[in-house]
């Protein structure tokens, strides 16, 4: 049996940011696992599938790690299963990864559907090194431990050519946009990607120096921040 792992839209409709083979293959799966079951129905009822035949249960950052395997349940019981996040790739800076570490662990077949990434979309559009780029998740919440974990990242950057991917919660973005300003060589690239595949899309990729005149904070928006240091 096949775990599923499914993209869902950073913003606008399923046709719109996934491929027909996608929505063709979620129309045929009920069972799934969810970070939020309320989002996941109006997606999943926006794919066409019709939600009384639904089974979801819900995976999410306060599930106990002795309670994931028992999600595969179906399988087990020789039934696809769907792994569904709250926006872009499952698994990917999400608490879905547990179950496809789980599944890969008891030899279930693992197939990623086609979909958006905010990652992968900020990278696209920044101009920054697409070669050798590290996502980094979170930054640290205190200010002077997220200080010094910005001048490190700089400094690996500087040191392998490499660009630093990280994410904040929206109402923190302004914050760690702050802290970039202030710990970050001038001449360190950032680029501040708010918002991706919505009508209030903005990439932009500027010096540090640059972004310290401009001073166009991101705001509460979804956002990924990308910074490559000048060699």
Same mark, same amino acid.
């Given at each position: 049996? +096949?775990?599923?792992?499914?993209?869902?839209?950073? $913003?606008?409709?399923?046709?719109?940011?996934?491929?027909?083979?996608?929505?063709? !293959?979620?129309?045929?799966?009920?069972?799934?696992?969810?970070?939020?079951?309320?989002? #996941?129905?109006?997606?999943?009822?926006?794919?066409?599938?019709?939600?009384?035949?639904?089974?979801?249960?819900? /995976?999410?950052?306060?599930?106990?790690?002795?309670?994931?395997? !028992?999600?595969? !349940?179906?399988? &087990?019981?020789?039934?696809?299963?769907?792994?569904?996040?709250?926006?872009?790739?499952?698994?990917?800076?999400?608490?879905? *990864?547990? /179950?496809?570490?789980?599944?890969?662990?008891?030899?279930?077949?693992?197939?990623?559907?086609? $979909?958006?990434?905010?990652?992968?979309?900020?990278?696209?559009?920044?101009?920054?090194?697409? !070669? &050798?780029?590290?996502?980094?998740?979170?930054?640290?919440?205190? *200010?002077?431990?997220? #200080? &010094?974990? +910005?001048?490190?990242?700089?400094?690996?950057?500087?040191?392998? &050519?490499?660009?630093?991917?990280? +994410?904040?919660?929206?109402?923190?973005?302004?914050?760690?946009?702050?802290?970039?300003?202030?710990?970050?060589?001038? $001449?360190?690239?950032?680029?501040? *990607?708010?918002?991706?595949?919505?009508?209030?899309?903005?990439?932009?990729?500027?010096?540090?120096?640059?972004?310290?005149?401009?001073?166009?904070?991101?705001?509460?928006?979804?956002?990924?921040?990308?910074?490559?240091?000048?060699?």
């Amino acid at each position: 049996m +096949i775990l599923y792992a499914i993209p869902a839209p950073l $913003g606008g409709t399923p046709e719109a940011s996934l491929p027909a083979p996608a929505l063709q !293959q979620i129309r045929q799966l009920k069972d799934f696992v969810v970070e939020n079951a309320k989002s #996941a129905r109006a997606f999943l009822a926006a794919v066409g599938c019709a939600p009384r035949e639904l089974s979801l249960t819900e /995976l999410n950052e306060h599930t106990p790690p002795s309670e994931v395997p !028992q999600l595969l !349940q179906p399988l &087990r019981e020789g039934r696809p299963l769907g792994l569904l996040s709250e926006a872009g790739c499952p698994a990917i800076a999400d608490p879905g *990864a547990a /179950l496809v570490e789980a599944a890969q662990r008891e030899n279930f077949r693992v197939v990623p559907l086609v $979909g958006p990434s905010a990652i992968t979309l900020a990278l696209m559009a920044s101009g920054l090194e697409g !070669q &050798r780029f590290a996502f980094c998740g979170y930054l640290p919440r205190d *200010a002077a431990e997220r #200080a &010094r974990r +910005i001048k490190e990242l700089d400094t690996r950057s500087r040191r392998e &050519r490499e660009t630093e991917i990280f +994410i904040e919660t929206p109402y923190r973005n302004d914050a760690l946009y702050a802290a970039l300003l202030e710990a970050c060589a001038p $001449g360190t690239r950032l680029c501040v *990607a708010a918002d991706l595949t919505l009508g209030t899309e903005s990439v932009r990729t500027r010096t540090i120096a640059d972004w310290r005149r401009a001073r166009e904070a991101p705001g509460k928006r979804p956002a990924v921040f990308l910074l490559l240091a000048r060699t």
